[in-house]
């Protein structure tokens, strides 16, 4: 019998755990799972923690703060339960569990479950995702309203506009809000809004709702049809059904849930005074979510501030602490040892020099020291007098070989205009102009006529 061969890589148990982990939520992903309650626990922190049974097994389960809010009912042990979320593991344990995001007593029958089903299916598309949300206008010139012509959710929504802005057009699409037709006529609607923006029907919101009622009567707005039409809309959506109580499909899909039709009108036509509220309660709400999110990851950062692992982590810092100390006062010894030893150095170099004759020397070097520096004075002086002798002497022979002293004498230099020298008569033509340079200034004139001297006459040297 071969026995079998190890495995090629060793794991660690928090490796194979995240292993696990990572292949349980993307096999699984998010289920639906009924059961009877039991184990509830309702800790400090917010976040609920029970198990979910049946007859042959059972699973943990956890549902966080900041899901358990939205849930309706208070969990009981011994109620039957239909839970929707995701399954994971808790890695400190070992254990793998259901994640709650949903809960409702299974008495609501197969209708709720619908419910669930298609908005786990709406969510998985992306059609809640918040990013999806667009605001509202700040002061809305023209509203859009589907719903019933003939029910009390109309009324209050023009009640409420004319008492804060009067100033708001409404455009109504008379829709079914009960029955059969009333997811068709509701999607038809909000398509017909879509549809149409342009100056004479656009609408810069859409108020899509109806009042309150029972389960049944709410159910159109829980259909796949309006809620895709919702998501669809090119105009920002306000889901206006029912009461404060009531959730529905189209409530998650919106753009805004409004608790109830007036709700949504206040919020179209809001005031400068109520828009200020708002935004004063909202800072208020997103400090406070702060806050706790700042506590619990304090809770977390001590928890693992306290883990065993940091215990190694101390020690070692504390190790390097003394160490540290350590050498700071070997440190601190060595430089006094040789501040010592630089101090008996210094002693010993000063007694040398008291005994040596320096003073005697140094008053001989400076007596040298001024003597040439008087003969290096004289020295410059006479090179200095002899310098301008010889200057003044060449100055003199450049200015008497200057042409400007033969100019004083009485002559005169020939020059074209453009200042090049006329040198002999051949260089200028009668009539044309020249100039001549005296010693203080220049003549003008022309050329009047150009006649050469006799050869007898001319210079030696000159052709």
């Not at 793998?96 to 089903?117: D, I, K, N």
């Not at 009390?152 to 008379?174: C, E, H, K, M, T």
């Not at 109830?260 to 400090?287: G, I, N, W, Y």
Request: with cysteine; hydrophobic share 45%.
């Amino acid at each position: 019998m071969q026995e079998a061969s190890e495995p090629s890589a060793r794991l660690t148990v928090s490796a194979l755990t995240a292993q696990i982990r990572r292949q349980l939520e993307r096999e699984f992903g998010e289920v639906i799972v009924e059961g009877e309650l039991s184990n509830f626990v309702a800790h400090a922190s917010g976040h609920w923690y029970f198990t979910l049974k049946d007859a042959q097994a059972q699973i943990r389960c956890a549902c966080w703060k900041g899901t358990n809010y939205r849930i309706r009912f208070r969990p009981q042990n011994g109620l039957h339960v239909v839970c929707r979320g995701r399954v994971t593991v808790y890695a400190p344990k070992g254990e793998y569990q259901l994640a709650v995001e949903a809960m409702s007593p299974v008495g609501v029958g197969a209708q709720q479950l619908a419910f669930e089903r298609l908005k786990a299916k709406l969510a998985a598309e992306g059609l809640f995702a918040p990013e999806r949300k667009r605001p509202l206008p700040l002061i809305p010139r023209r509203i859009g309203i589907v719903t019933s012509p003939t029910g009390a959710a109309i009324q209050d929504i023009l009640n409420v506009l004319r008492r804060r802005n009067d100033g708001v057009s409404v455009l109504l699409y008379p829709a079914q809000v009960e029955g059969v037709e009333a997811a068709a006529s509701l999607a038809a609607g909000i398509r017909w809004f879509s549809e149409r923006q342009h100056p004479n029907f656009s609408v810069d919101a859409l108020i899509v709702g109806r009042g309150g009622g029972s389960a049944e009567s709410l159910w159109a707005f829980n259909t796949e049809e309006v809620a895709r039409a919702i998501a669809d809309s090119s105009v920002p959506v306000i889901s206006a059904v029912g009461h404060e109580i009531d959730f529905t499909i189209a409530d998650f899909v919106a753009d805004l849930r409004a608790p109830t039709p007036s709700a949504a009108a206040e919020m179209v036509a809001a005031r400068r005074a109520d828009l200020l509220a708002l935004v004063q309660s909202q800072s208020a709400k997103l400090v406070g979510a702060m806050r706790i999110r700042l506590l619990e990851a304090r809770e977390a950062a001590e928890r693992l501030a306290r883990h065993p692992t940091f215990d190694d982590a101390r020690a070692r810092l504390r190790d390097a602490l003394q160490r540290c100390d350590e050498l700071a006062l070997a440190a601190q010894s060595a430089m006094q040892d040789r501040l010592q030893a630089s101090d008996r150095r210094l002693e010993r170099a000063a007694g040398r020099l008291a005994r040596d004759p320096w003073r005697a020397r140094w008053q001989v070097c400076q007596a040298t020291t001024t003597g040439l520096a008087t003969r290096l004075a004289s020295a410059l002086q006479a090179r200095m007098a002899s310098g301008r002798g010889r200057l003044a002497e060449a100055l003199a022979r450049l200015d008497a070989l200057s042409p400007l002293r033969v100019l004083a004498r009485g002559y005169a230099l020939a020059q074209h205009p453009d200042g090049r020298l006329i040198r002999s008569t051949g260089d200028i033509q009668p009539g044309a102009p020249f100039k001549a340079r005296l010693a203080d200034g220049y003549l003008h004139g022309r050329a009047e006529a150009v006649t050469p001297l006799p050869e007898t006459a001319r210079p030696p040297g000159r052709s």
